[in-house]
């Protein structure tokens, strides 16, 4: 039988599980988001990848408590140069994205 702390545990180690893959399905929306706005801008998006600055709890269009990321990513406009952009999700629904040039979403 299982006791109160193993079930604890188990519980936190499912949460945690979830919490990696949801952070990866958000991560690969913030890639996909980016990847897309440098194309359609004509900007290079550096190193393919974006990486987390900020985690926070927000709520949602329906007003569900979710999770906020903001995603920093490089980019550049000349081929020359590195600049910074961000992309917030809530949730997996991208919520703004901003290149330093405007803000596209």
């Known amino acids: 039988m299982i006791g109160g702390w193993e079930l604890s545990a188990l519980l936190a180690m499912a949460g945690l599980v979830w919490l990696w893959l949801d952070s990866l399905r958000a991560r690969d929306a913030g890639v996909v988001a980016a ?3 440098c194309e359609r801008e004509g900007l290079q998006l550096l190193d393919e990848t974006v990486a987390i600055a900020k985690i926070r709890l927000a709520r949602n269009d329906e007003g569900q408590l979710r999770l906020q990321r903001t995603y920093a990513f490089e980019f550049s406009d000349t081929g020359d ?3 910074k952009g961000e992309v917030t999700l809530v949730g997996a629904e991208v919520v703004s994205l901003y290149t330093g040039l405007r803000i596209l979403h």
């Open 35 to 37: 990847r897309k706005t």
């Open 81 to 83: 140069n590195r600049r």
